[in-house]
Each structure stands twice: as structure tokens, then as C-alpha cells.
């Protein structure tokens, strides 16, 4: 049965009093970069599907959040995200967890996601396109690579 990632198992720490500026600029940056996951499995005008496959030592690049969505790990792995606060966060996954998120209009969440642990950290994400902000916008080659919807009658 699906669980929500209990709190137990994620280590976060507080923000630094200044970060670098090349990764404010990197942030900054990423800002606009609605690549959620490593490969664009399926978009509908309803919902995009996306796939996040990490080897141990892999990440995937700053990216941002503004629709609302959630995630399902796949596999269980550990994980680091580094957020534009300053905040970084390490969470050990089970297979089955699961994370709901929600944005209002004009909030998102820019951040990345490194794998560090020793096994492949595979999660589905499903973002829902009819939410409070509109969606970033993609490049066309990741929208090439993801499969046609089928059509229902």
C-alpha cells in the first residue's frame, strides 16, 4: 500500500547566510527550466508524466515546480536535494513512498535532486497541468521523446 515519506528519514539542513553566486545565478537560472524529470514519458492538455532515473552519483539539474503534482519512488535510495533558500535536504526512500504538492498562484519550488546512495533511485512523477499557474514551457526535443496519448473515442 502507498505511504507518504515519513519525516524520520529525512535529514534537512538550515539555510547558509549567503550562498556562492554562481549558484544563485544557477538558480536563478533554473527558474525558468520546467524539466521535472530525467524523460518525458506522456503529456496530455491534462497531466504530464514524467520519469526519474538516477545511478548512484547521478543528478538531475536545477529545475522548478509550479504545478501542482506527485511523486512515487519506484525504488527505494537516498537522496539530496539543495533548494534556493540555502536549504539541503538528505531522505532515504522506500519503494511506494509518496509526495502530494500543491502551489497557489505565483509560488514554486526550484531544486535539484542527487542520488547518494549505491542503488539506481527511480521515481514517477505526475504533474497536473489545469492547476493554479500555467505551465513552464518545454523544448520541443524533450516533448519529441515522450510517447503519443492515446486517443479515446
Given at each position: ?25 544557477a538558480f536563478a ?23 526519474i532515473e538516477l ?19 519506484v525504488t527505494a ?77
Amino acid at each position: 500500500m502507498p505511504h507518504a515519506a515519513p519525516q524520520a528519514r529525512t535529514h534537512e539542513s538550515p539555510a547558509h547566510e549567503a550562498a556562492p553566486p554562481d549558484l544563485v545565478e544557477a538558480f536563478a537560472r533554473a527558474r525558468h527550466n520546467g524539466c521535472v524529470g530525467t524523460r518525458l514519458l506522456s503529456e496530455t492538455e491534462r497531466v504530464r508524466v514524467w520519469t526519474i532515473e538516477l545511478k548512484p552519483g547521478e543528478r538531475i539539474d536545477l529545475h522548478t515546480h509550479v504545478l501542482d503534482y506527485f511523486w512515487t519512488a519506484v525504488t527505494a535510495g537516498r537522496a539530496r536535494s539543495r533548494y534556493a533558500d540555502g536549504r539541503v535536504a538528505e531522505v532515504a526512500y522506500a519503494a511506494g513512498d509518496i509526495s502530494h504538492q500543491s502551489y497557489g498562484p505565483g509560488q514554486h519550488m526550484t531544486h535539484d535532486l542527487e542520488n547518494i546512495g549505491d542503488t539506481t533511485l527511480i521515481f514517477t512523477t505526475v504533474e497536473f497541468l489545469d492547476g493554479a499557474n500555467p505551465p513552464l514551457p518545454l523544448p520541443e526535443a524533450v516533448r519529441a521523446e515522450a510517447a503519443p496519448a492515446p486517443m479515446r473515442s
